[in-house]
């Protein structure tokens, strides 16, 4: 059982759209990351939220960590073909197990179409 | 930022070998590293966990004489997929952790390129 769970887990949308990916547990995290990855590499560290509640905005991307701190989102405004990837979220914690392990959520592959 | 290597980028090679991977810090010293596997379109899994100069910490059911994992330097950790067979065919990403850029309540893993791993 994955303890977070993205959705949608697939994503198709047209370039200039916007989309909202969610990741949710019911665990609580001391953090949570959101990191994007392309075919064939490794992730890449996208945001670090750590204060329940928080927002981070990256350019056109929005993250936000639920004030519970066992859910986030991320939002992206007027996507465009670069976004396409997979977006993993990633807790630092649970806050019950091991307290400094990431554990990555299920994903999201987003694909913007021209 | 720090920079994370891993060798090599992708193998193919036959059922029954065995294949070594490896996973280096480059500018930082790294006591605490971790092998993930990934199969395509899916998330990443985490296989193991190595502290330097220690044995490694399993996740449950992956088996610990099949991927042996050496982390004997600060800055290199291997993991070796032994008698390979085509089910071990996967995506293998190393991901490093310094105690010098430890932050409270912030975790800073700095992950490599991945190793494609063909077994035929």
């Known amino acids: 059982t994955q303890l977070l769970e993205q959705s949608p887990q697939f994503l198709s949308i047209q370039e200039g759209e916007n989309l909202t990916v969610y990741c949710n547990s019911s665990?609580?995290?001391?953090?949570l990351q959101w990191y994007r990855q392309e075919p064939g590499e490794g992730p890449v560290l996208l945001v670090t939220?750590?204060?329940?509640?928080e927002v981070k905005k990256l350019k056109r991307l929005t993250f936000q960590f639920g004030d519970a701190r066992k859910d986030s989102s991320l939002h992206i405004t007027a996507a465009q073909t670069g976004d396409t990837g997979l977006y993993l979220c990633?807790?630092?914690?649970?806050?019950?197990?091991?307290?400094?392990?990431?554990?990555f959520g299920s994903g999201t592959q987003l694909t913007v179409l021209p | 930022g720090a920079v994370v290597s891993q060798h090599p980028s992708w193998v193919i090679c036959k059922s029954g070998t065995s294949v070594k991977i490896e996973c280096r810090s480059l500018?930082?010293?790294?006591?605490?590293m971790f092998w993930y596997r990934q199969f395509p379109k899916q998330s990443l899994m985490l296989m193991a966990t190595?502290?330097?100069?220690?044995?490694?910490?399993?996740e449950q059911g992956v088996e610990k004489d099949k991927f042996l994992i050496n982390h004997a330097s600060l800055t290199l950790s291997t993991l070796t997929v032994t008698s390979a067979h085509p089910e071990d065919s996967s995506f293998y990403i190393c991901?490093?952790?310094?105690?010098?850029?430890?932050?409270?309540?912030?975790?800073?893993?700095?992950f490599g390129p991945g190793t494609r791993l063909l077994v035929l």
């Open positions: 939220v750590v204060t329940g509640g």
């Open positions: 665990s609580v995290f001391s953090s």
């Open positions: 190595s502290n330097e100069g220690s044995k490694a910490t399993y």
């Open positions: 990633a807790g630092v914690g649970p806050s019950s197990g091991s307290a400094r392990q990431l554990t």
């Open positions: 500018d930082f010293q790294a006591t605490t």
């Open positions: 991901s490093a952790r310094g105690g010098d850029r430890v932050i409270l309540r912030q975790e800073t893993q700095y």
